[in-house]
C-alpha cells in the first residue's frame, strides 16, 4: 500500500496534492489498482514479478495426509524436559517415550540422536529408525508392541 502524504505544513486547501480533482478518481495515477499492468504499468508489473496466471501445484485433498511429525532430532534436545514434565521416563540408561500420548503420529529423521531412545508411535522414516538404532535405542510401532505381548510361551 502507498504512503500517504503527511498533511503538515501543506497549505490549507489542497495538502499538496493539487487540485481537488487530483483526489477523486484514479486518473492522476494512470488508474486504480491493477489498471494497465499490461500497458502503460507494464515495466512496474515486471519489476514486481509474476502477478497473473497459475503457479504452481496443489496436492488434491483426497492424497494429503494431515498427520502430525516430529524430528528425532527435536525428541533427543527435549528428551530430559519431557522427563520432568512426566511424559517420558527413564529406564536405566534409555529414555522411553509413547509419542501418541501427545498426539503425535510420525517421527522422522532430522537432526542428531546422541541419547538411546525407545519411541513408540505409528509410523517412522527409514532415516529415523536408523539413527535411532544407532543410538542404541529402538523405534517401536503399536503393531510390533501388540505382537510381542500377545506371543504365549511355546508348552515344552
Given at each position: 500500500m502507498a504512503k500517504q502524504k503527511i498533511k503538515k505544513f501543506r497549505g490549507k486547501r489542497t495538502f499538496g496534492n493539487g487540485t481537488?480533482?487530483?483526489?477523486?478518481?484514479?486518473?492522476s495515477r494512470g488508474g486504480r489498482g491493477n489498471a494497465g499492468t499490461c500497458k502503460h504499468h507494464f515495466v512496474?508489473?515486471?519489476?514486481?514479478?509474476?502477478?497473473?496466471?497459475k503457479h504452481g501445484f496443489k496436492r488434491p485433498l483426497a492424497i494429503v495426509d494431515d498427520c502430525t511429525i516430529v524430528n528425532v532430532g527435536e525428541i533427543d534436545?527435549?528428551?530430559?524436559?519431557?522427563v520432568a514434565?512426566?511424559?517420558?521416563?527413564m529406564k536405566g540408561d534409555?529414555?522411553?517415550?509413547?509419542l501418541a500420548n501427545l498426539g503425535i503420529e510420525k517421527v522422522l529423521g532430522s537432526g542428531k540422536v546422541t541419547k538411546p531412545l525407545f519411541i513408540t508411535a505409528?509410523?517412522?522414516?527409514?532415516t529415523a529408525k536408523q539413527k535411532i538404532d544407532e543410538?542404541?535405542?529402538?523405534?517401536?510401532?503399536?503393531?510390533?508392541e501388540a505382537a510381542e505381548t500377545t506371543e504365549t510361551p511355546k508348552p515344552e
Open positions: 481537488h480533482k487530483n483526489r477523486r478518481g484514479g486518473g512496474r508489473s515486471m519489476q514486481r514479478g509474476l502477478l497473473f496466471g534436545e527435549a528428551i530430559e524436559q519431557l514434565d512426566g511424559v517420558a521416563e534409555a529414555f522411553h517415550i509413547d505409528s509410523e517412522f522414516s527409514s543410538a542404541k535405542g529402538k523405534a517401536v510401532e503399536p503393531a510390533e
